[in-house]
């Protein structure tokens, strides 16, 4: 699972620095309005990749610094984002530079933050689909996997036709033109790197008279009658009569000896060269003919020989598939319409997985946010059938949860009816719906309880807390009644000092935390409200044992 582990926030808003620790489960930020919760919970959010705004940069500092430490499977990320005042950003993934654009990229995923002026993914109908088919679990998981594969098929077998359309198109145009180059470069028939091994022979053909009167001249040198090898003969012999007297001579001798048979070797092999060197002038010709057709070939079809051979070898392909003509585009067009009909059958497959599932989906939900101060509040999921051209890998229709706040209003889209409060709870209620197939490991809300409290606010705190058990929970309240439920609770708090506000956050246990407990019921830790405060951290305590 995906928590945050560490975030360290300078000179950002009202904080000069603070360190937070987040474990897992459900940590409650709590603290008095203005004191600068929404200030870290924007040093997240420009660590998930939001667009920084440089008024937000500490009065009197040159730069904010946000940095935070993740843990994804079991892999640890480190992410950093600097914000000057004059408005540049700078941002490291892991140690190395990196854009906004990629820090959102590898985080946002990780992390949802729910609040009362945030565009999260309920707001967007094409996540609809997604909640659905996790809720669905492993039926809508292979009906979307053969849908897709379907897709994929036939849309590979529309490129094909496509393909071979254009080109038996292309072909009847330029037919003419195509078969008289196949046929003279078929004429002349060249090989792959012809034209490189012949200019390699060439300069031997034309100089081969210099070439044999050097070999021979050479050889008679060396082998002839008082050559180099009678030479060095001569002084092997003459050495041979002081031999083992000074090792230094005997080396020298050696050397003579290791002369004498380079030189033997290099005598045989230039007589042999000699015998070798191909005086033809028709040879000559011929090789000078093959090169001036090679040319020309390459001046028309080059400017290499391999063009050459692929112009060939495509022209002979484009007017075989001319010559199969409607034959070959009948085929592909048959195998378009085979893929077509698969496609629908897995689309109608993958229609009843979903609609089938929808039912419950909605009832579950209800009762969900029915707990969370909306009694009134039902549900509906919206099929709108979409074009086969419009079909999407997501499905051939749109998928699109519509709200209602109360029983005599009709179902609209969440984005336009629901307030930010509303907006929170109904996500609140879908992570726990989603339980353990949902994928995002760290959830994030603010004001997830506004206009509730009482019992609600129970209700909140208690389903929170069960949403921790499978993700991380990270919760900015203002009631106890939801404080009293986190595993673990940071309170942040403003201080003025010398004219200078400043925030700092410090996390409470024990009777610091009962302390703020009575804080938040009744603004004051006198007796009752201590004895309260205790009471409800019980009552928290006993429910989740």
Known sequence: MT?????????????????????????????????????????????????????SVRSGSAEALVEGRFLAEETEIIARRRLSADGRSRCTLDGEMSTVTALGARLGPLVD??????????????????????????????????????????????????????????????????????????????????DERLEARLPAMQHAENLTEAADEAARLLRGEDGALDQIAQAASRLEKVAGI???????????????????????????????????????????????????????????????????????????????????????????????????REARALSDVRATAAPGFVVALEAAVHDLAMEGASFEVAFADLPFESWTADGPHRVEFLYSAAPAQPARSLSRIASGGELSRVMLALKGVLGEADTVGTLVFDEVDAGIGGATAHAVGRRLLDLAKSHQVIVVTHLAQVAAYADAQLVVSKTIEDGSASTSVKRVDGAERTAEIARMLSGNDSRASLAHARELLGDAASSTA
């Open 246 to 344: 000074d090792p230094e001579l005997d080396a020298l001798a050696s050397r003579l000896a290791d002369a004498s048979a380079i030189a033997d070797d290099a005598g045989r092999e230039l007589r042999g060269y000699r015998d070798r060197v191909d005086h033809d002038p028709l040879a000559l010709d011929a090789v000078m003919s093959r090169l001036v057709e090679l040319s020309g070939l390459k001046r028309k079809y080059g400017p290499r020989l391999q063009d050459v051979l692929r112009t060939q070898s495509e022209a002979l392909s484009t007017l075989e598939a001319s010559e199969a003509g409607e034959e070959g585009v009948c085929r592909a067009e048959k195998h378009v319409a085979e893929t077509r009909a698969r496609w629908e």
């Open 3 to 55: 928590v945050i582990e560490e975030l360290h926030v300078r000179d950002l808003a009202l904080i000069e620095e603070v360190w937070l620790e987040f474990g897992p489960g459900m940590t409650a930020l709590t603290g008095e309005t203005g004191a600068g919760k929404t200030a870290l919970l924007g040093a997240l959010k420009l660590l998930l990749g939001e667009r920084a705004d440089s008024s």
């Open 113 to 194: 933050l729910h609040g009362q002026h945030e565009h999260q993914a309920l707001l967007t109908s094409a996540s609809h689909v997604g909640y659905l088919d996790r809720w669905a679990g492993l039926p809508a998981i292979v009906a979307l996997d053969a849908y897709r594969a379907a897709r994929q098929e036939h849309r590979a077998a529309v490129e094909a036709l496509e393909a071979l359309a254009a080109r038996v198109a292309d072909a009847a145009r330029n037919a003419d033109y195509l078969r008289f180059a196949a046929d003279e470069i078929g004429r002349v028939d060249p090989e792959p790197d012809e």
